[in-house]
């Protein structure tokens, strides 16, 4: 059993060290332990860190290209290198090291195809009284999106097990966390929370900039993939809302019609129609959607199908040439 751990840096050399030193050399279950680094773009000397640390591996962009470009490149480096288990952490060490073999017990028992760690939000001092809430409530709402009972949805400290590594896709540009989550639970996976530590504060988020400019990219991501994986129920509501509020002004408008002054409200008729009118064509955007969803299930399977083939053969390649 082979763990592979990637770790996305974008000028990281001054907490790097300080997150390596912190991995675990050894779990019980695995029987080799890899550690691969994605560079994003840096400028200073992170690549260098690493390979004076003696890292295994290194991916490296010619320019920063975001946390989702990095995390997908990491786990098609790790997948070609024979990795069982992929485990993702942060270069600067906001996460217990030690904790990963919490993360990979329950994939080594075969209860969980990815397995996030919660972190004790309340407890964690560099995190103001409103970012508190707004993780909690985050998470609410993904877990809502997702049908699963993930606690702690940004967390990126989070493993993947090899099937589930290969049915991973990521459209956004901002950030993995979220969005995995949903794929993972719309496409029925076994996802699994267990609690974890948290290390002080190294240096301020680099993704959480603003925290109104989080909050409003991490809101877009989840509608976003929830329209993708439940479009039907997406426009089914919209379009309910719609017609039903058209349906009222209608009742209403009938009403003053049968009174005797309905010639004074012509203008809750033009709108009656209209509301009815949209709701219905967004019914019919549902339905489309729904069609290029199902669509989309058969490409997703189709990839997935490639994605095995290719690693299996990168991987035999590679036992086959040690040197490759």
Request: hydrophobic fraction near 45%; charged fraction near 25%.
């Amino acid at each position: 059993m082979k763990l592979m751990i990637q770790i996305p840096c974008y000028n990281e050399a001054e907490t790097l060290t300080v997150a390596l030193n912190d991995l675990p050399k050894q779990i019980d279950g695995i029987d080799e332990i890899e550690i691969l680094i994605i560079d994003d773009g840096s400028k200073d000397d992170t690549v260098k860190v690493a390979r004076a640390w003696g890292v295994n591996h290194i991916v490296s962009f010619t320019r920063n290209k975001g946390l989702s470009k990095g995390f997908m490149a990491g786990l098609d480096a790790c997948l070609r290198n024979g990795a069982d288990i992929i485990v993702n952490t942060d270069a600067d060490n906001q996460y217990c090291g030690q904790d990963i073999e919490k993360l990979v017990a329950p994939i080594l028992r075969h209860e969980a195809d990815i397995v996030i760690g919660e972190r004790p939000i309340d407890d964690i001092e560099h995190f103001s009284p409103l970012k508190k809430k707004l993780q909690r409530f985050g998470s609410y709402i993904v877990r809502k999106a997702s049908r699963t009972d993930v606690a702690d949805a940004p967390s990126g400290f989070r493993a993947y097990s090899r099937e589930a590594a290969m049915s991973v896709n990521v459209i956004n540009n901002y950030t993995y966390t979220l969005e995995t989550i949903v794929q993972a639970g719309n496409s029925r996976m076994a996802v699994r929370s267990v609690p974890i530590r948290t290390n002080p504060e190294l240096r301020e988020s680099r993704l959480i900039k603003s925290v109104s400019g989080y909050v409003k990219r991490s809101m877009v991501t989840i509608l976003r993939s929830f329209m993708m994986y439940n479009p039907l129920k997406f426009f089914g509501a919209a379009g309910s809302a719609l017609f039903g509020l058209g349906f009222l002004l209608g009742l209403r408008f009938l009403v003053y019609y049968l009174q005797g002054s309905g010639a004074g409200h012509i203008q809750s008729l033009i709108l009656t129609s209209i509301l009815l009118l949209m709701g219905v064509l967004t019914w019919v955007v549902g339905l489309l959607a729904d069609i290029t969803a199902a669509n989309r299930k058969i490409l997703e399977d189709i990839q997935f199908r490639v994605r095995k083939l290719d690693y299996l053969e990168d991987g035999t390649a590679k036992k086959a040439d040690p040197k490759a």
